[in-house]
């Protein structure tokens, strides 16, 4: 799990401006829809590995799918 939080407000509005289903960042981030699914409710965080595939698959920056106050 990641030492900071994600903001899962903030991965839900990355992934509808990138037209992405749950399921398509699921695919590609190579996890469950579920996970997604609990990371954009904010009830789960990911792990760093899936934090970083998610970020890959949105083409976005490391940093900007964090919680404000969290800093790296």
């Known amino acids: 799990m990641l030492n900071l939080e994600v903001d899962g407000a903030k991965l839900r509005t990355a992934r509808e401006?990138?037209?992405m289903s749950v399921a398509a960042l699921a695919e590609k981030a190579?996890?469950?829809i579920w996970n997604i699914y609990r990371i954009e409710r904010s009830t789960?965080?990911?792990s760093a590995e899936v934090y970083g595939r998610i970020c890959k698959a949105l083409r976005i920056k490391d940093d900007s799918l964090l919680k404000e106050g969290?800093?790296?």
């Open 44 to 46: 789960g965080q990911p």
């Open 70 to 72: 969290s800093a790296a």
């Open 30 to 32: 190579g996890c469950s």
């Open 17 to 19: 401006a990138a037209g």
